[in-house]
């Protein structure tokens, strides 16, 4: 029971009370390493372990503690992160089998923040190779499966954070977001997440890194995990900005209609307008589209494709002598390769996808124009998205909608594309589960500096719709 109750704490409770001496930081971390041994078979979410490591900073911590000393607001605090950030003495493979025996020298940025304040590293999460893919699943580490449902989708890149969080398996993580990477895994498991603005929180030590300076702007850093008040909290330890004080009275929501022919659930539709009846007895409330909405989805596969994705085949294929597409080929025929056909499909598709000079020009136009416009249009605003169509699919369809040649991915990207392109810091909460017992969650964005109204409107929705509930199907 002691244990259940420990890994039903978000990282803000831990830290309490740790600090006032109820926890020790042994048994917090003890806890967690002997919950993720009994779940972490049925779901693949941790692929790489420093459990031993762990207890001893543990025991460290404690030691420290009974001399009346703290190590930082984090003192003794179990994480988890992301395969694709780099910690000392640890792989970042990227999913890539001929990156297995790379150690990692020195820390991510992100890392050295959060160690600095006295989090204790469990061990790194899934992710799809190389990060290119909403769904999680590599040739090295093999797929994650949502907890909720094993034979559906964790989603991606930020899966294994999402699945490992959904049961438990630490008290918050670390993530990444270029086309709803933190959002979709946060939606599809049911946990809480927050995409950052553009150029909020460094991404030195994150493999792969965006290629060029317009992918940079959709890149952002990010936490997941059991609370809004955690996001906020481990949000300001990784980024060194403060958050100004804002009130809700001095903003306008807006929420995406569901009418609007884009593929939405039935259930989604309904907690949509329950939102609204919610907030319209308080504040300015419409249901209205933002501007740029409908030209979003192409201008991100517009940014992700310049280039054609040379720099991830240079790295996947570094090893291999034939090219991508007799590659890909191969692995359908033989399944003997070491690069996922997810991979390599995508990367053609980015080939296929790739904007001519003048779309490039077009794109960065838009860009200038709408940068302008939406400094001064989401000033005082709150948009309230879905976060995908629908909740967790079966293996593999996230993939076929997002990467398909019909280019669906029009339909099912605007909702996340909109806070990736236009470099908005946007919060994601589960709301409720729909008809099959799967989560749903929605995401609120505003401007970069109106960070506190995402957080304040987040608690209120959390406690409303009761926000993160554990996945307690393998207890």
Known sequence: MISNSIIDMDATEIAEKIK???????????????????????????????????????????????NGKNAGPLHGVPISVKESFHVTNMKTTAGLVHRQDLISRDDAAVISRLKAKGAIILGKTNTPTLCFNQETENKLYGRTNNPWDVTKTAGGSS????????????????????????RIPAHFNGV??????????????????????????????????????????????????????????????????????????????EILNEIEYLL??????????????????????????????????????????????????????????????NLSRAIIASKMFKPSAKRIREVKEILQQGDIRL????????????????????????????????????DVMPYVAYANVWGLPALSIPVGIDENNMPISIQLM?????????????????????????CKDFD
């Open 20 to 66: 006032q001496g109820e926890l020790t930081s042994v048994d917090t971390v003890k806890a967690y390493i002997n919950h993720i041994k009994k779940v972490n078979p049925h779901i693949n979410a941790l692929v790489e372990e420093r459990f031993s490591d762990a207890l001893n900073e543990a025991d460290e911590l404690d030691r420290v503690s009974l």
């Open 159 to 182: 899966g294994g954070e999402g699945a490992l969080l959904a049961v438990g398996g630490s008290a918050v993580g670390i993530a990444s977001d270029i086309g709803g990477s933190i």
């Open 192 to 269: 809480v997440g927050f995409k950052p603005g553009m150029n909020q929180v460094s991404a030195e030590g994150h493999f792969p890194l965006p290629s060029n300076p317009i992918q940079e702007r959709m890149f952002a850093v990010g936490p997941m995990g059991k609370s809004v008040r955690d996001m906020r909290w481990i949000y300001q330890i990784i980024s060194d900005k403060p958050i100004r004080t804002k009130y809700l009275q001095s903003f306008k929501i807006e929420i995406l209609p569901s009418n609007m022919g884009y593929p939405l659930s039935d259930t989604t539709k």
């Open 280 to 341: 319209e007895k308080s504040v300015s409330t419409k249901r209205t589209v933002p501007p740029f909405f409908d030209d979003t989805a192409q201008i991100w596969q517009d940014i992700i494709s310049m280039g054609g994705s040379e720099l991830l085949e240079q790295e996947a294929y570094s090893n291999d002598r034939s090219n991508i597409f007799k590659a890909f080929l191969r692995e359908k025929l033989t399944q003997r390769t070491t690069i996922h056909p």
């Open 375 to 410: 400094t001064d249009y989401m000033h005082n605003r709150i948009l309230i998205f879905p976060i995908y169509h629908s909740s967790a699919l079966k293996h593999g369809k996230v993939y076929q909608e997002i990467f398909s040649l019909r280019k669906t991915f029009l």
């Open 446 to 470: 505003s401007a970069i500096g109106n960070e506190d109204i995402l957080f304040r409107l987040g608690r209120i929705l959390e406690k409303k719709f009761k926000g993160y509930s554990r």
